[in-house]
């Protein structure tokens, strides 16, 4: 199975600010990785697929970038409604894996 | 618009099994896969498995082999997932999940359903 580590598992910051959050797999998985946002009773949402493919509607703050082994997805200004919890899921091979995700919290 | 509903929640004591339904909308049913992911309490997100419309024939994680059974009525364009002997660690929210553009990663889900376990 491909392991997948995020890092941070949370981070405070604060409106405005730029945040990157890593992703990294247990072996290659060329640029099969997409990124999803959840908020606290919600369903998750895509975000990018591809690595770096943003989604339609999705705003473009946000980005993702990376292949192989190593991802990040990039909120290039922080707003009120980003504070949510963020994951990583490579889709390469089954079993499909997900990172342990990244909490984003006001600071 | 492309809609994924959910059946409502379940309580279940521990040994019995569950069938969640998803109903889809607003896109050509059997051209998508459908997947279920998991979520227990205050932890991440778990695939459990996938659907394949077309041909009727799935997928699933090894730690739900022989445990759960996806199955897809055409006619209704629902996915069903049934889950077999549950245990408390089975709690969590169930999410249908559709397949992205012929590729395994999720564009639209299910709003989920809450499955508790309790004797």
């Known amino acids: 199975d491909v392991q997948m580590t995020q890092s941070p598992p949370a981070l405070s910051a604060s409106v405005g600010d730029r945040v990157t959050i890593t992703c990294r797999a247990s072996?290659?998985?060329?640029?099969?990785l997409a990124w999803y946002q959840q908020k606290p009773g919600e369903a998750p949402k895509l975000l990018i697929y591809?690595?770096?493919s943003l989604e339609s509607g999705v705003p473009s703050r946000f980005s993702g970038s990376g292949s192989g082994t190593d991802f990040s997805l990039t909120i290039s200004s922080l707003q009120p409604d980003d504070f949510a919890t963020y994951y990583c899921?490579?889709?390469?091979?089954?079993?499909?894996?997900f990172g342990g995700g990244t909490k984003v919290e006001i600071k | 618009q492309v809609q994924l509903v959910q059946s409502g929640a379940e309580v279940k004591q521990p040994g019995a099994s569950v069938k969640v339904s998803c109903k889809a909308s607003g896109y050509t049913f059997y051209a998508y896969y459908m997947h279920w992911v998991r979520q227990a309490p205050g932890q991440g997100l778990e695939w459990m498995g996938v659907?394949?419309?077309?041909?009727?024939?799935?997928d699933y994680a090894q730690k739900f082999q022989g445990r759960v059974t996806m199955t897809g009525d055409v006619s209704t364009t629902t996915v069903y997932l049934e889950v077999y002997g549950l245990q408390s660690d089975d709690t969590a929210v169930y999410y249908c999940a559709r397949n992205g553009a012929g590729h395994n990663y999720f564009d639209f889900w299910g709003r989920g359903t809450q499955v508790t376990v309790s004797s």
């Open positions: 072996q290659t998985i060329s640029a099969w």
């Open positions: 659907f394949k419309p077309t041909s009727g024939s799935t």
């Open positions: 899921q490579q889709y390469v091979s089954f079993p499909l894996t």
């Open positions: 591809r690595a770096s």
